[in-house]
T-cell receptor, first 114, second 112 residues
């Protein structure tokens, strides 16, 4: 499986600010995804990051709040904009594998908004 | 929202005991995945299942893809302390491309 890294691993931010999270993969992948995991909860898909086109957002998530970039097949960023304490979560990127039937996850970015 | 019902929510067992957890849905899935998440880490894929009725093992872990394609279970035999963590099932529907739906997770505690 691919080796996936995320930066930062954690951050504490003030409300109203924005944070950009980076996801780097050690090999070219077609599918990249961004998830949110709220405290004590399961994973919820935010969007699919498409290379060369706009991300595809799930219901309840919008581009203005969570802009995503996918400049190439090994890298993506997720920005959490105009943060509030409700945005405090773990943000995870994942990549498709096994013919995109499987997904492999990065270590996550733990965000706390004060 | 979540369409996978995972149970139990939590389990407290003694080292050496066997564990079973399952996921059910009203929808049909064509892939079932089981993950384990340790504190402060991302989920790690344990087992992937692709065919109805398929039974797959990975060491002390065994998982099955239900015949109806609406459920899956994971068994852990002879549990050890490092089995502690949160176990998630995830399913992929034929109509949802590569997108996964996750269960709510089972928190496993193993007492030495």
């Amino acid at each position: 499986s691919a080796v996936i890294s995320q930066k930062p691993s954690r951050d504490i931010c003030q409300r109203g600010t924005s944070l950009t999270i980076q996801c780097q993969v050690d090999s070219q992948v077609t599918m990249m995804f961004w998830y949110r995991q709220q405290p004590g909860q399961s994973l919820t898909l935010i969007a699919t990051a498409n290379q060369g086109s706009e991300a595809t957002y799930e219901s309840g998530f919008v581009i203005d709040k969570f802009p995503i970039s996918r400049p190439n097949l090994t890298f993506s960023t997720l920005t959490v904009s105009n943060m509030s304490p409700e945005d405090s979560s773990i943000y995870l990127c994942s990549v498709g594998g096994g013919g995109d039937n499987e997904q492999f996850f990065g270590p996550g970015t733990r965000l706390t908004v004060l | 929202g979540q369409q996978l019902n995972q149970s139990p929510q939590s389990m407290f067992i003694q080292e050496g005991e066997d564990v079973s957890m399952n996921c059910t849905s009203s929808s049909i899935f064509n892939t079932w995945l089981w993950y384990k998440q340790d504190p402060g880490e991302g989920p790690v894929l344990l087992i992937a299942l692709y065919k109805a009725g398929e039974l797959t093992s990975n060491g002390r872990l065994t998982a099955q893809f239900g015949i109806t394609r609406k459920d899956s279970f994971l068994n852990i035999s002879a549990s050890i302390p490092s089995d502690v963590g949160i176990y998630f099932c995830a399913g992929r529907k034929e109509t949802s491309g590569s997108r996964l739906t996750f269960g709510e997770g089972t928190q496993l505690t193993v007492n030495p």
